[in-house]
């Protein structure tokens, strides 16, 4: 049981180009997350999908884009990165609701963006 | 818009003291808070969590409370350890994050 995992685990860019951010879960849970965390600023949701198939914004998705390929996996794309999305990415899942709701995180990929 | 926040973004106690770290919230209508500790290089892990339903909630070593008067929760770490210095959020349901605090124990 790996929990989280994402890759790659660092990342430089160019302005411009593209690249997509990769992240697995194998505790069979529905919602997974996206997470931009910067210094000083906690965790920023970017994006998140409550369940295969669906996908919804969060508080920063400009710039993003997610898909759900299936209950497993979430990937995150930068279809043309600036030097603002120079950050540690963070994916999460979460079980259905019950009595703990918590979040998994995985271990996060460091973009440099130059 | 609603918020979460950290009172101080650092906090250095000595080994072997209580630590005590603060959170306020905005939404008087949240009614579940989770405390995260993020070690350097790793992502955010669980510590503890509380309903709104209840005042005080108790782990190894970690007590949570919360007074919804003010809107505001507390981590509080007992004999705290080397092991315990990392950065601490708290969150809301919503996955609203505070901003977090860093712990460094001193030995």
């Known amino acids: 049981n790996a929990g989280v995992t994402q890759t790659p685990k660092f990342q430089v860019l160019k302005t411009g180009q593209s690249m997509t951010l990769q992240c697995a879960q194998d505790?069979?849970?529905?919602?997974m997350y996206w997470y931009r965390q910067d210094p000083g600023m906690g965790l920023r949701l970017i994006y998140y999908?409550?369940?295969?198939?669906?996908?919804d914004k969060g508080e920063v998705p400009n710039g993003y884009n997610v898909s759900r390929l299936n209950k497993r996996e979430f990937s995150l794309r930068l279809e043309s990165a600036a030097p603002s999305q120079t950050s540690v990415y963070f994916c999460?899942?979460?079980?259905?609701?019950?009595?703990?709701?918590?979040?998994?995180f995985g271990p996060g990929t460091r973009l440099t963006v130059t | 818009g609603e918020s979460v926040g950290l009172h101080l973004p650092t906090l250095s106690v000595q080994e072997g003291d209580n630590s005590i770290i603060n959170c306020a919230y905005s939404?008087?209508?949240?009614?579940?808070f989770i405390w995260y500790k993020q070690e350097s290089g790793k992502g955010p892990q669980f510590i503890i969590d509380i309903r709104s339903n209840m005042d005080k909630r108790q782990g190894q070593r970690v007590t949570v409370l919360l007074n919804k008067t003010v809107k505001h929760l507390s981590l509080q770490i007992a004999a705290t350890q080397p092991g315990d210095s990392a950065v601490y959020f708290c969150?809301?349901?919503?996955?609203?994050f505070g901003a977090g605090t860093r712990l460094t124990v001193k030995p």
């Open positions: 969150a809301e349901k919503n996955m609203r």
């Open positions: 505790m069979n849970h529905n919602s």
């Open positions: 939404n008087s209508a949240s009614d579940y």
């Open positions: 999460a899942s979460r079980p259905d609701l019950g009595v703990r709701v918590e979040q998994y």
């Open positions: 999908s409550a369940s295969e198939g669906t996908t």
